[in-house]
């Protein structure tokens, strides 16, 4: 469902041009479970940009099912974004002026899908979320946004969902929580999860691991 051929992707920096994907290959099904590692600044999350295409490619292409992502305009991969792409990104964006309720819901609407109660209340009691439903993002910490964006990503129940770090602002045992909600609901709703970690101990709770080293992925084997 995911397949990047020849990926690549680079800046300019001053006068010299910075090259920080270099041919990327991947082929992911619908459904399996990646994590995506990779020293600080190799490009992952250059390269989760370039799915959810919210950055455009330098070459190669971004094949989301048939769909070419490096190929079509902004306002298509806009649309695609909001119809089939979760996003669990460092900075949250969570809408300022929306409760965590509304914020949960929004993607979901945008979407044009009618409330799943079942899915609700799975997603806001494995997240613990309740206590927090009408709190808006201001008052609550760090860690508590990203469960909430997490929950958000979740409830759209998007064909893939793209988390970078998404436990970075997480303690040990609400990370582990929160991992496993998302390995099992990501499985129960056949959604493919794309997941960057500097954790081994989080990579292993994935069906597979890449990792992002000299500007191309490599399979990580399992021990
Ligand atoms: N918009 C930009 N303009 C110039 N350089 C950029 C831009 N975005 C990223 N870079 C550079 O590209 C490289 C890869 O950055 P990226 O954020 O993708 O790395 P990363 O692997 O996600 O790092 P981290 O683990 O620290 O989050 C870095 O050297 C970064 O400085």
């Known amino acids: ?110 979407k044009g899908l009618d409330d799943k109660p079942e899915l609700w209340r799975q997603i806001i009691s494995a997240l613990d979320l309740m206590p927090l439903l009408h709190r808006y993002p201001e008052e609550m910490s760090g860690g508590q946004q990203q469960r909430a964006a997490i929950a958000r990503a979740l409830y759209m129940e998007p064909q893939i969902l793209l988390a970078d770090e998404p436990t970075g602002s997480l303690d040990e045992r609400n990370a582990g929580a929160v991992i496993r909600l998302l390995v099992g609901l990501t499985k129960k709703l056949n959604c493919t999860l794309l997941l960057v970690t500097h954790s081994k101990q989080v990579a292993e709770y994935m069906s597979g691991c890449i990792r992002l080293q000299g500007g191309q992925l490599h399979v990580v084997p399992r021990r």
């Open 1 to 110: 469902m995911l397949r990047l051929v020849e990926l690549c992707k680079g800046y300019l920096d001053g006068d010299e041009y910075h090259s920080v994907l270099q041919g990327a290959e991947l082929q992911l099904k619908q459904g399996e479970q990646l994590a995506l590692m990779g020293e600080s600044g190799s490009g992952k999350s250059t390269l989760l940009n370039l799915i959810a295409g919210l950055d455009t490619v330098g070459s190669g292409e971004v094949w989301l099912g048939d769909v070419p992502i490096h190929a079509i305009s902004e306002r298509e991969r806009t649309a695609i974004r909001r119809n089939n792409i979760g996003l669990v990104f460092q900075q949250f964006n969570l809408l300022p002026t929306l409760t965590t309720a509304d914020n949960i819901r929004f993607c979901r609407q945008l």
